[in-house]
């Protein structure tokens, strides 16, 4: 049978640890990205799932939901304090296929941990053997953790509708007497907006026993078995002209004028009848029911409609940037072409010959080498600066400026006499006259002036 107890982790020590903080729980786990509704003989149970996490789990139980793979469906498998199983249209615990058309593999991630209860796991026989089958979680199961996929959780109050489904009699192998059941599921949100819904219904397996056909003659009566027949047979033939001849007093007394030929209940009547039975809390359960999947589907649309804008106005804002960037590269391209015409060619192309030049030293130790080949060289052009300096002993006056002209002259300091300080009282033709506008003596010099 598909299950846990393949494991064999089950022990009872493991179930009752102590848990943490729920907060810290709720913090750990990632948004959920998905929910389903499922109607069940206990109650609703509402699912959110963790489509990003587990997108191949999430997507088989979403499908198997639209396509109503769950409808009728029994939870096969409770065990108290730990898991309730469903998910199997055989009932058998051995059945159930995924969408894939072959087992798919296992999920699993570092923020997803059996912890609690109301986890939504895909119940297997081992690794990668993941089928259409799940199970709830009634407490927390960490000998599940990189064991089971867990790919959703129960929201909200429902929770206790799940737990419910726990309180059932169980019978041998950890069946329940009196199954509970998934009635019909609802996709409130698809994450997978590509899922095709296949035009297949599964089969269910059930024994039903065939009505035995039961013969149209009518039964006989037999007068002549009897000791008194003769007088029975008298008596029947007795009671069948009185039933035949049996009337009402309308039929009777037509011309009776005692006798009203108004109805006993008037339309009126039978109107506020009618009106009491359409009043009836079922039947205007029934009704709402309905609006609510009527506004439901015309909130789906809407969703539709509105991620069909929003896709065209990205694909347009796409556009629109792909044809800026266009244009901006045609500008730079533009630009550049100008400015190799323009004046700072000239200096475009020394800096190029100055790139080149630095690009053409190595680094580590073909670098190394090529320094001390160009100082063994440098050395070696000293050395004929001296060997040539030592046969020639005057210098040609028409010689040309060259790299090695500067090698073949004798460098000579010119010997100066010191310099001494000079005196500040002694006028010279170095000497200056300082004209100070603050000084007052050049201040009274001033107004002398303007009074001149």
């Not at 107890?5 to 959920?32: C, F, K, Q």
């Not at 793979?69 to 296929?97: A, K, L, N, S, W």
Request: charged fraction near 35%.
């Amino acid at each position: 049978m598909w299950g846990i107890d393949s494991l064999g982790l089950r022990e009872p020590h493991l179930w009752h640890a102590v848990l943490p903080e729920m907060s810290n729980i709720y913090i750990s786990e990632p948004p959920t990205n998905g929910k389903v509704l499922l109607y069940t003989s206990c109650g609703e149970i509402e699912i959110e799932l963790w489509a990003k996490e587990t997108p191949k789990a999430c997507r088989n139980f979403v499908q198997l939901c639209l396509e109503g793979y769950y409808d009728g469906t029994i939870f096969h498998r409770i065990v108290p304090g730990f898991i309730v199983q469903g998910g199997d249209p055989t009932g058998t615990g051995e059945g159930g296929d995924s969408i894939y058309g072959e087992p798919f593999k296992d999920e699993f991630h570092q923020r997803l941990k059996f912890t609690r209860r109301g986890l939504l796991g895909v119940a297997s026989n081992g690794a990668n053997t993941n089928g259409s089958q799940f199970f709830f979680t009634l407490d927390r199961a960490d000998e599940l953790n990189k064991q089971h996929t867990l790919f959703g959780k129960v929201a909200g109050n429902t929770v206790f509708n799940m737990l419910r489904l726990a309180e059932k009699e169980i019978g041998p192998g950890d069946r329940p007497i009196d199954p509970p059941r998934i009635t019909r599921t609802e996709v409130l949100y698809n994450p997978f907006d590509d899922i095709v819904p296949r035009d297949v219904r599964h089969k269910k397996v059930e024994t039903q026993e065939k009505p035995s056909k039961q013969s149209k003659s009518k039964a006989t009566k037999n007068f002549s078995l009897l000791s008194f027949g003769e007088e029975a047979e008298e008596d029947e033939h007795q009671v069948n002209d009185i039933a035949t001849k049996i009337k009402s007093s309308h039929d009777l007394l037509t011309n009776d004028p005692k006798l009203s030929s108004k109805p006993a209940v008037e339309k009126p009547e039978l109107e506020n009848e009618a009106k009491q039975r359409t009043d009836h809390p079922r039947v205007i359960e029934r009704k709402r029911k309905i609006d609510l999947d009527d506004e439901f589907d015309q909130r789906e649309e809407k969703r539709k409609a509105r991620r069909e804008e929003l896709k065209r106005e990205s694909r347009e804002l796409k556009r629109q940037l792909r044809e800026a960037k266009q244009q901006k590269e045609e500008k730079v391209e533009h630009s550049a072409e100008e400015e190799e015409e323009g004046p700072l060619a000239d200096f475009k192309r020394e800096r190029d010959v100055y790139l080149s030049h630095r690009k053409s030293f190595s680094k580590g130790s073909n670098r190394q080498d090529e320094t001390l080949a160009m100082l063994s060289a440098f050395q070696a052009r000293l050395n004929s600066v001296r060997s040539s300096q030592a046969t020639t002993t005057e210098e040609p006056e028409n010689e040309e400026d060259g790299d090695a002209g500067w090698m073949n002259h004798t460098l000579v300091a010119t010997v100066k006499a010191p310099l001494l300080a000079k005196d500040a009282s002694v006028e010279t033709e170095d000497t200056f006259d300082i004209y100070d506008p603050r000084n007052p003596i050049n201040k009274r010099r001033r107004q002398k002036d303007r009074k001149k």
